[in-house]
Nanobody, 118 residues
Framework: QVQLVESGGGLVQPGGSLRLSCAAS????????MGWYRQAPGKQRELVAT???????NYADSVKGRFTISRDNAENTVYLQMNSLKPEDTAVYYC????????????WGQGTQVTVSS
């Protein structure tokens, strides 16, 4: 069983930056596609960014050019660097690990709150 723990959320002013971390335990992330998702109040959870085992990245259009996902397999950790934050980025951010073995297995963290407000 893989456990994911997010950290780094908080309150930041518009235009500011935050770096989220997702530390995994109970399994290696090196064979997983890792991702960050977010859910704002009253809205569905949406994809923010993903990174494959080989390091290929994919971003939601709304965050392209502002957010960067990265992974450190040695540290079993995934990061999300968020720059030029906007109020519409306010949400709970969740880390996801997707393992494709005989079937797809998803693991989720508990989420970390990001609030962008002046």
């Amino acid at each position: 069983q893989v456990q994911l723990v997010e950290s780094g959320g908080g309150l930041v002013q518009p235009g500011g930056s935050l770096r989220l971390s997702c530390a995994a335990s109970g399994g290696t992330i090196s064979i997983a596609v890792m991702g960050w998702y977010r859910q704002a109040p009253g809205k569905q959870r949406e994809l923010v960014a993903t990174i494959t085992q080989g390091g290929s990245t994919n971003y939601a259009d709304s965050v392209k050019g502002r957010f960067t996902i990265s992974r450190d397999n040695a540290e079993n950790t995934v990061y999300l660097q968020m720059n030029s934050l906007k109020p519409e980025d306010t949400a709970v951010y969740y880390c996801n690990a997707k393992y494709t073995l005989l079937r797809v297995i998803d693991y989720w963290g508990q989420g970390t709150q990001v609030t962008v407000s002046s």
